[in-house]
């Protein structure tokens, strides 16, 4: 097996309405970032895999034989369901077999999973992967599944399901649809094993970029959707998405008629956004438009905080922001994390508010 060096890249994500109620079926909006994860694929011969992960000091290699031992069957190009077997020998190879994963651990289990699933049992090619990244863990910027993103397209590539960047310096290979949805549906597999229950917003935010309409499954691009400038700020209070996930489905399940509304009433917000986004790029943009922008992200934090997923620091940055006449809401899976704040065209206080949210947030 001729493995060659490589070089990919995923971005990040943001959230604008839909998250948590997209797990259960309901629209959700989600834009790429311009802050991506890089991941460089060098084939070598010291008969080891390693992996390099520089934002959280980790490196770590395994004996290509231990690996073989793992996995009972060859290569595998196309998606089957989570093997569940393999994950739990994984888990007990790496030394996590009970309790939950830190960042290193979901990191290493996510990559060894899909580095012998698509090489199965036969000839493991010696590499080492180093991994970096622009996207802060833990903030719901979709940090996990850009890694994702780019294990699935590095290894695909190696494995020959895929072609390879046409140059060391491109880090996409302008791959079809069929290629970028075997990419997704990889990566989708390696957000199962860190989350558990993912939607598949964020790996298919990762594939794709752009502004995606995502329902059950199924990605819709759109192509025409007015530039939005949109303030980030980091929290930095940690969180677990999987726990997220499910303290909501458990809220779901325990409260049904109180709920199943207000997940129709989020389903009915990213409606109602996607709508004045595609009227903004067909009439002239209005202040009109802003308000009902602003009023949804409004009601959607609203909702979120119902829903259990909300956070005082995220509270706080609402009322930072509102008391300069601007409008905010968590973004991904809440808790902590980030939150985004939608800036009108044509003011002049982007590095002002910058200091101003800093100020009075930390």
Known sequence: MQVTDLYVSAPGKAILHGEHAVVHGKVALAVSLNLRTYLRLKADTFGKVCINLPN???????????LKQLVTYGKRDEVQCLDAELVRRLREFIGVSNGSLDTCSMANLSFLYLYLSLFGSGELPSLTLTVWSELPTGAGLGSSAAYSVCLAAALLCASGAIPPPLKEWEH?????????????????????????????????????GGMLRFLAGKIIPLSRVPLLRIL???????????????????????????????????????????????EMTCEPITG????????????NQHHLNVMGVGHPALDRLCQVTLAKGLHSKLTGAGGGGCGITLLRPGAFYCAFLNDYVKSNLF
């Open 232 to 278: 980030l700020t980091n929290t930095k209070v940690p969180r677990s998405t999987k726990v997220l996930v499910a303290g909501v489905k458990d809220k779901i399940n325990k409260f049904p008629s109180i709920m199943v509304p207000v997940l129709d009433s989020v389903d009915a917000i990213s409606c109602t956004c996607e709508k004045v986004l595609s």
């Open 56 to 66: 959280i000091d980790t490196f770590l290699s395994w004996d290509l034989s231990q």
């Open 288 to 299: 009109e438009h802003y308000n009902i922008l602003e009023e949804l992200i409004d009601i």
């Open 172 to 208: 996409t290979a302008r791959w079809c649809q069929e290629e970028l949805e075997l990419i997704n549906s990889w990566a989708f597999q390696g957000e199962m094993i860190i989350h558990g229950n993912p939607s598949g917003v964020d790996n298919a935010v990762g594939t794709w």
